[in-house]
């Protein structure tokens, strides 16, 4: 059964790093589209970042998060990790980890199949 645990979320201010992280029991043999979300209180669902497991690795991010999130992986760990820097109030959600087994196509658009229980991030300004 494939299994998605986030960890990694806490309280920090405003300008400050958090590194999540999601241990994923998913078979890396398989190539698959990884990918963070996140939920505000009141707001619906939004993509944050993916990456393709695959060969060559693609890597995409919603503007908001351009130039201070980087997605990236651990094969040999089967992690996937999202670094979170100079963060903002409005990045505080609940931040959840999904997959889809995929042969290239790796987008936060695409019907991600499995999915984590998430971890809170509070921004403070």
């Known amino acids: 059964q494939v299994q998605l645990v986030e960890s990694g979320g806490g309280s920090v201010q405003a300008g400050g790093s958090l590194r999540l992280s999601c241990a994923a029991s998913?078979?890396?043999?398989?190539?698959?589209?990884m990918g963070w979300f996140r939920q505000s209180p009141g707001k619906e669902r939004e993509g944050v970042a993916t990456?393709?497991?695959?060969?060559?690795?693609?890597?995409y991010y919603i503007d908001s998060v351009k130039g201070r999130f980087t997605i990236s992986q651990d094969t040999a760990r089967n992690t996937v990790y999202l670094q979170m820097n100079s963060l903002k109030p409005e990045d505080t959600a609940v931040y959840y980890c999904?997959?889809?087994?995929?042969?290239?196509?790796?987008?936060?658009?695409?019907?991600?199949?499995?999915w984590g229980q998430g971890t809170p991030v509070t921004v403070s300004s």
């Open positions: 998913i078979p890396y043999n398989n190539n698959y589209c």
């Open positions: 990456i393709y497991s695959g060969a060559p690795t693609r890597t």
């Open positions: 999904a997959a889809f087994p995929s042969t290239g196509y790796c987008h936060v658009g695409a019907d991600f199949t499995y």
